[in-house]
Nanobody
Framework: VQLVESGGGLVQAGGSLRLSCTAS????????IGWFRQAPGKERELVAR???????NYADSVKGRFTISRDSAKKTVYLQMNSLKPEDTAVYYC?????????WGQGTQVTVSS
C-alpha cells in the first residue's frame, strides 16, 4: 500500500492550491480516502474524507472552501483548497484504513502567508 501526496507549497492568503494523493497497492475503488493535516504543536485532524461511492464530509473549518474528489481511472484523490487562510498552514497527509490498519502518505507542506 502506498499513498503519495503532491501539490503543496507557499501561497498568499485568499489563494488556492490543489493537493493530489495517488494510491497504489490496493483496490482503490473499495476504500475511503481522507485528508488530514497537522500544524506545529497541534494534533493531526481530519480535513475531509470521501467514500468509495463519492460521499464526502468536511471539517467545519474548511466547509465551503475545500472540495475533495476522486478519480478512479487515475487512482487519485484531490483536495481543492480555495480562500486559504494562514490557519490552514500545516502538513497535509493522505490516509486510508485497510483491514483495520491506517496507512499514511509522507505528507505535503502547505504554507499560507498573511
Amino acid at each position: 500500500v502506498q499513498l503519495v501526496e503532491s501539490g503543496g507549497g507557499l501561497v498568499q492568503a485568499g489563494g488556492s492550491l490543489r493537493l493530489s494523493c495517488t494510491a497504489s497497492g490496493f483496490t482503490f475503488d473499495d476504500y475511503a480516502i481522507g485528508w488530514f493535516r497537522q500544524a506545529p504543536g497541534k494534533e493531526r485532524e481530519l480535513v475531509a474524507r470521501i467514500s468509495p461511492g463519492g460521499s464526502t464530509n468536511y471539517a467545519d473549518s474548511v466547509k465551503g472552501r475545500f472540495t475533495i474528489s476522486r478519480d478512479s481511472a487515475k487512482k487519485t484523490v484531490y483536495l481543492q483548497m480555495n480562500s486559504l487562510k494562514p490557519e490552514d498552514t500545516a502538513v497535509y497527509y493522505c490516509n486510508s484504513k485497510l483491514f483495520g490498519r491506517d496507512y499514511w502518505g509522507q505528507g505535503t507542506q502547505v504554507t499560507v502567508s498573511s
